[in-house]
């Protein structure tokens, strides 16, 4: 049986659940963490998103990743290896399902960082494209078996012409605004 990937009206206890998480790794991580960020739809106010909160923590360095990941371990995070490990490690918590929350690792100053926050800014100020991204969130969706990693993988792939699209105009209009 296909379970359709789940995309929900935005739900304004999100942020809250970003603060208290950001909390929550900020303790564990300390100085680890240059910056921890709300990331992803949930970030984005008013917008329909998957119910998981996308957490981006900024790191002088990406390698060794033991440095960071056997304290998020200790929250139950679990390091998944992929290709973008050389650029933005991901990490979930496999005991809870479905998943609630996400980390992507990136180094502080650097290009997924900056790009990250440029597409979830720009999305907060342009609802135009905003509502564009969410239509094309929900058509995905409705081809997705949310059970089947590929089929969530090929959901991830089918938006990234538009993400990409949309961090150029970005980058080219001074995203992020507020980026130190």
């Known amino acids: 049986m296909v379970k359709e990937l789940q995309i929900l009206s935005y739900d304004s206890r999100w942020p809250l659940a970003f603060e208290a998480e950001r909390d929550r790794i900020a303790q564990r991580l300390g100085p680890i963490a240059c910056r921890i960020d709300h990331n ?25 990743i033991r440095g960071y990941a056997e304290p998020l371990a200790t929250l139950g995070y679990v390091h998944v290896p992929h290709v973008d490990d050389a650029f933005c490690p991901f990490f979930h918590r496999p005991r809870e399902w479905p998943h609630t929350h996400h980390v992507h690792v990136v180094e502080s ?34 081809l997705t078996d949310a059970t089947k990693a590929s089929s969530r993988e090929a959901y991830a792939g089918a938006k990234s012409e538009f993400i990409e699209r949309v961090v150029q105009a970005a980058l080219a209009a001074g995203y992020p605004r507020d980026y130190r």
């Open 109 to 142: 100053r650097g290009q997924e960082e900056r790009r990250t926050l440029a597409f979830r800014d720009f999305l907060r100020d342009h609802s135009d494209i905003a509502t564009e991204y969410v239509a094309l969130k929900k058509r995905l969706a409705a």
């Open 40 to 64: 992803g739809s949930t970030a984005v106010p008013g917008l329909d998103a998957k119910p998981i909160i996308d957490i981006q923590i900024s790191v002088q360095r990406l390698q060794p």
